[in-house]
T-cell receptor, first 113, second 113 residues
Framework: EAGVTQSPTHLIKTRGQQATLRCSPISGHTSVYWYQQALGLGLQFLLWYDEGEERNRGNFPPRFSGRQFPNYSSELNVNALELEDSALYLC????????????FGPGTRLTVT | AQSVTQLGSHVSVSEGALVLLRCNYSSSVPPYLFWYVQYPNQGLQLLLKYTSAATLVKGINGFEAEFKKSETSFHLTKPSAHMSDAAEYFCAVSGAGRRALTFGSGTRLQVQP
């Protein structure tokens, strides 16, 4: 069974640009979660999508947004990039029923210069 | 509100010695608890989960954890450390209605030959 996949592996952007990160969940999983792992800040929840809808978001500004497609894949968009957005962005997926253990992809390393 | 505290940002053990990584949680609802492992430059791998069934939970790679409600703890143990166990370990909590994971700050395990 294929795991969660993310693309690209690495992404280098300039401050002020936009970044788009993509995630494909495990087959049969309807929920997708995005987390940011920044140096010194730990793992922080960004967004949760389920059945195409945004269900919850963490304490991040609106320039962090995303969507979930009918095939349950998801993309995360970060607008007006700032230097502190440099981080590993992890996508996870889970079934739509409890206990909702999440399975993570390898991450996208975003570097903002 | 939910939170997780991992005592000890770095733990060093000798190969063959007992591994004990500490995790205390705070949750206003019955929690789901998880341990994840992260190897360098990789995503997170689920080690084990507590979902209100058995209080002693066995996971992959010989790890286990015991849920102690009276102590609000969910410590991770392994009887005999192996060099390949060297990694960062994260304890996480979620609860009914809040499926986003709240992570502890992580414990880096070093295994000495």
């Amino acid at each position: 069974e294929a795991g969660v996949t993310q693309s690209p592996t690495h992404l280098i952007k300039t401050r002020g640009q936009q970044a788009t990160l993509r995630c494909s969940p495990i087959s049969g999983h309807t929920s997708v979660y995005w987390y940011q792992q920044a140096l010194g800040l730990g793992l922080q929840f960004l967004l949760w999508y389920d059945e195409g809808e945004e269900r919850n978001r963490g304490n991040f500004p609106p320039r962090f947004s995303g969507r979930q497609f009918p095939n349950y894949s998801s993309e995360l968009n970060v607008n007006a990039l700032e230097l502190e957005d440099s981080a590993l962005y992890l996508c996870a997926s889970s079934l739509g029923t409890g206990p909702y253990e999440q399975y993570f992809g390898p991450g996208t390393r975003l570097t903002v210069t | 509100a939910q939170s997780v505290t991992q005592l000890g940002s770095h733990v060093s053990v000798s190969e063959g010695a007992l591994v004990l990584l500490r995790c205390n949680y705070s949750s206003s609802v019955p929690p789901y608890l998880f341990w994840y492992v992260q190897y360098p430059n990789q995503g997170l791998q689920l080690l084990l989960k507590y979902t209100s069934a058995a209080t002693l939970v066995k996971g992959i790679n010989g790890f286990e954890a015991e849920f102690k409600k009276s102590e609000t703890s969910f410590h991770l143990t392994k009887p005999s450390a192996h060099m390949s166990d060297a990694a960062e370990y994260f304890c996480a909590v979620s609860g009914a209605g809040r499926r986003a994971l709240t992570f502890g700050s992580g414990t880096r395990l070093q295994v000495q030959p």
